[in-house]
Nanobody, 125 residues
Framework: EVQLQAYGGGSVQAGGSLRLSCAASGFSFDDHHIGWFRQAPGKEREGVSCISSDDGTTYYVDSVKGRFTISVDNAKNTVYLQMNSLKPEDTAVYYC??????????????????WGQGTEVTVSS
């Protein structure tokens, strides 16, 4: 059974940090890219970041560059999203997803085969 479990969300003040985790099982982790999406109330889902579990190539949307860092622990089949200098506009439900050969198309949700449940991030001003 394929599972992607996202956790680590919470409530922080602006300028604070959170680390999200996405634990994967049931599929060939090494053959997939793992992406993070977020959806704020009333807004469309947005691709935030992605990492190739094979070679570690990373992708970030401009709004999080320099603040968020995505990383992978292949031994644990887990991808992390370290979020620093959080802003109120980062408030959203964050989802992780897995897909083969996503690459530069990381923001296109249909590129992903598997999705985890969301974890909520709230940043107060």
């Amino acid at each position: 059974e394929v599972q992607l479990q996202a956790y680590g969300g919470g409530s922080v003040q602006a300028g604070g940090s959170l680390r999200l985790s996405c634990a994967a099982s049931g599929f060939s982790f090494d053959d997939h890219h793992i992406g993070w999406f977020r959806q704020a109330p009333g807004k469309e889902r947005e691709g935030v970041s992605c990492i190739s579990s094979d070679d570690g190539t990373t992708y970030y949307v401009d709004s999080v560059k320099g603040r968020f860092t995505i990383s992978v622990d292949n031994a644990k089949n887990t991808v992390y999203l370290q979020m620093n200098s959080l802003k109120p506009e980062d408030t959203a439900v964050y989802y992780c997803a897995a897909g083969p050969r996503v690459g530069g198309f990381y923001q296109i949700s249909t590129r992903y085969d598997y999705w985890g449940q969301g974890t909520e991030v709230t940043v107060s001003s």
